[in-house]
């Protein structure tokens, strides 16, 4: 059986504090059952010091919510190396609102995908549908955001797509479970290539979503 993966992304709504706390009180606590699905907690580039530092030896890892795809002169910007360094397995790209504020592109998503990939992170792409689509519309839309990213990477490198309909995020209507599975049968086809690649839902749920995910799972 393939092991479950799970994350959550504190976005900035914790200081260095809050973030302390919170791992010390909810997370450690709960860190055997938090391991079993390989939990990785994403968090903003000044706290993961302190997050790879209070999770290590948990079993649960420390990502980052952005990265640059090159290094050098570039201000204000983190380089998938440096993440790596301070104590990332993962990184986020192409979260929706990287999209919509900062007019991040499918090629762009893929050149940091692809960065992180040779830095040894695993890059989480994140696809979804800026609204309520039929669908055929989503999978259309959703397919030509994964297809483009995982294209970027090499043979076998190890990724995760997140899909979280954009218009379900913290909704309290998911998307429909039966066109969330037909979003997640065209990733997998969009996936064929890359054998190391997982699947990840987010945003809100309703009755039955996960069991019929299940059912077009690999």
Not at 13 to 18: D, H, L, P, R, S
Not at 101 to 109: G, K, M, N
Not at 171 to 185: N, Y
Request: net charge positive.
């Amino acid at each position: 059986m393939t092991t479950p993966v799970s994350l959550t992304s504190t976005k900035m709504n914790q200081g260095a504090q809050q973030t302390r706390d919170w791992i010390n009180d909810v997370l450690l606590p709960r860190a055997r059952a938090l391991a079993r699905v390989h939990f990785c907690a994403c968090l903003p580039h000044p706290l993961l010091p302190l997050g790879a530092e209070l999770l290590k030896n948990s079993g649960m890892t420390v990502g980052a919510q952005n990265v640059w795809y090159e290094s050098g002169a570039f201000t204000g910007e983190v380089s998938a190396a440096l993440l790596a360094e301070v104590g990332c397995t993962h990184v986020m790209v192409g979260h929706a609102e990287r999209r919509r504020l900062f007019a991040e592109d499918d090629q762009l998503v893929g050149r940091k995908a692809r960065a992180a990939t040779h830095a040894g992170l695993t890059p989480v792409i994140c696809v979804g549908e800026p609204e309520r689509l039929r669908p055929a519309a989503a999978v259309q839309h959703v397919r030509q955001q994964a297809s483009v990213a995982l294209d970027a990477l090499s043979h076998g490198a190890r990724a995760i797509v997140l899909y979280e309909p954009v218009w379900a995020i913290g909704a309290a209507q998911g998307a429909d479970p039966h066109q969330a599975a037909s979003v997640f049968d065209a990733l997998h086809r969009a996936a064929a290539d890359h054998r190391a690649v997982r699947m990840i839902y987010g945003g809100a749920v309703v009755p039955g979503t996960y069991s019929t995910l299940r059912r077009v799972a690999p």
